[in-house]
């Protein structure tokens, strides 16, 4: 159950564009790229102060942050013979936008998974706020303070925009679907929970949605709904997996601004991504993963151009965009054709 102190508690969040399926402007944009390239770095306070601590953390695996939210070591999860996540030592810097990016396979959903308690690894532990988190359940790691999106499952689908809502002030939708509907067990906070989620979907612009089939929504309204869904817990950290998947080139924008306002109110936000124009824009902080091992982290500038991530994602996709230019980088290209002539 979420804490009574801090149930109705919304943070007004400013300046965050509508998010309308077809925006007023007349310069819808074509792709997502496009779209993208319209979007400045943040330039808000917390955007400049989390850019500000990170410039003194040397960009090398397993660095030590300045004020850890999140620390994890010696994470391994197994499968058979293969080992799907080797985490030696990952810091996540409290109050910045992390992000959690590699190749298909690397290991990067089964290692969140790990740390939010939906799957137990073979050994490791980590904390979260300086509580061990190491086998505790789903349930219960959301309500310390650490809650991730959920895609919308089948099931899901077929509950309306506020029960979506409802269903996740009572914990995680994806653990107690049935339990949670069963009325007498949230019938005295339902009152609350409607208003709270009422206002987080004013937020997201989902209001008018709000007794619409979710299943209904289109890509991005359902990523909109992902994130409104997890705010429900209060959360201190938000882990969003795929925020930019299957999302409309004329909500890019929108949804970039959410998140990036999800740091501007003092969230931690760790999430997976593939579309590394939207981590390079957004990310304060890029680790990348591969083979289950991390091989890189630092600032997004630089991490996209390291030896090690480009290896790891032309080893895996040899068409893979990394959304910086960063192989078409001198320096790069010059590395990449001297390794060429040495085959
Ligand atoms: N339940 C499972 N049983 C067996 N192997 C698994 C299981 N879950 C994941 N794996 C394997 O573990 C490895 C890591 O998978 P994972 O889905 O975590 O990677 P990923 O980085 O999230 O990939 P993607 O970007 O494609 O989602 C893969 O080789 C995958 O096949």
Known sequence: MPDETTENKVTEVSDV??????????????????????????????????????????????????????????VERRFGGMTAVDVQHLEVQRGVITALIGPNGAGKTTFFNLLTGFDKPNQGTWSFEGRSLGGVSAAKVARNGMVRTFQLTKALSRLTVMQNMLLAAMGNPGENLFGSLVKPLWAGTEKRNTEKALELLERFKLDAKKDDFAGSLSGGQRKLLEMARALMTDPTMIMLDEPMAGV????????????????????????????????????????????????????????????????????????????????????????LEAEEEKR
């Open 17 to 74: 564009p509508e998010a309308t399926d077809v925006p007023e402007s007349t310069d819808v944009p074509d792709s997502t790229v496009e779209a993208l390239d319209a979007v400045e770095r943040s330039e808000t306070a917390a955007a400049k102060a989390a850019e500000h601590v990170l410039a003194a953390v040397e960009p090398t695996v397993g660095v030590s942050k300045p004020d850890p939210i999140l620390v994890v070591d010696d």
């Open 248 to 335: 409309n080139p004329a909500l890019v924008q929108s949804l970039l601004h959410h998140i990036q306002a999800l740091r501007d109110d003092g969230m931690t936000v760790l999430f997976v991504e593939h579309d590394m124009h939207a981590v390079r824009h957004i990310s304060d902080w890029v680790v990348v993963m591969a083979e289950g091992k991390i091989v890189a982290e630092g600032p997004p500038k630089s991490v996209m151009q390291d030896q090690a991530v480009i290896d790891a994602y032309l080893g895996a996709h040899h068409d893979t965009d990394l959304g910086d230019d960063s192989l078409l980088d001198p320096a790069v290209l010059a590395r």
